[in-house]
């Protein structure tokens, strides 16, 4: 166990130093998500809110942040496989667990700078600042970013030497989890087979309790379902990625 966890430090280590040397690759990706602050929070109506629009956009957005980084992480690996690295990691003493574990916990680190920047620039403006909600919805956010960050590296393992393949079932997955689980657009009033896909999304349960922690509440069934969505994920995530890592050649 203790030679686990020095070797998932290592390989956590490794995975952030590219984040320490280049902070500003975290503050562009935070474009697209500034632009969607920027045109759908005008567009919706105040009283649907039951106040600011931002009080109900900004967690949507966070949430859809968190996805978004941890699902494109996987294309790193890819260019790690195309280099030889990955196979240089796979011959060295490291465990090939913590290879998995050690890359998917390195993805909270740069979902918590989004957050924070993400709350920076929209405190001055309509939006209540309740900063022990924001800091609970972000160690829910964390342990779904661990799990959606290992179910990339599962699927770019899957995809070794077929780029297409690993942005097709991406980016086929990545937007309907995002519009079933209310990101953009309440699910108020969708037909019932959409409401039942919504209730089979992880991330519907995840964005509710972001949404209810940001405006300074804790409802207890809200935020335990929503630790139980996000615990699922990272359990599933983590069993994939780990498994696929073993079988890694």
């Known amino acids: ?15 952030l130093k590219p984040v320490w040397r280049e902070p500003m690759a975290v503050i562009f990706a935070m474009i697209q998500p500034l632009v969607f602050l920027g045109l759908f929070a005008p567009l919706l109506p105040e009283m649907a809110t039951g106040g600011s629009a931002l009080q109900w956009f900004v967690p949507g957005i966070v949430a859809m942040t968190a996805l978004m980084g941890a699902s494109f992480t996987g294309s790193n690996l890819m260019e790690e496989m195309q280099s030889g690295s990955h196979e240089r990691q796979l011959v060295s003493p490291l465990g090939r667990p913590a290879l998995l574990v050690g890359r998917a916990l390195k993805e909270v680190v740069p979902m918590l700078m989004q957050v924070a920047i993400i709350v920076a620039v929209v405190t001055p403006f309509s939006f209540d600042l309740h900063l022990g909600g924001v800091l609970a919805a972000a160690l829910v956010l964390s342990l779904f970013s661990i799990g959606v960050g290992a179910l990339s590296f599962a699927l770019a393992l899957a995809s070794k030497g077929q780029d297409w393949m690993f942005w097709t079932v991406q980016q086929t997955l990545l937007f309907p989890a995002l519009l079933t689980a209310g990101v953009l657009l309440p699910m108020d009033g969708a037909p019932r087979w959409l409401e039942v896909v919504s209730m089979l999304n992880p ?3 995840v964005v509710d309790a972001t949404r209810a922690l940001f405006a300074g509440t804790y409802p207890a069934d809200v935020v335990a379902q929503s630790v139980a969505g996000a615990a699922l994920t990272a359990a599933l995530g983590l069993l994939v990625g780990v498994r696929a890592m073993r079988r890694s050649s």
């Open 1 to 15: 166990m203790s030679t686990f966890v020095s070797d998932t430090v290592n390989v956590m280590n490794r995975e």
């Open 203 to 205: 991330m519907t349960y």
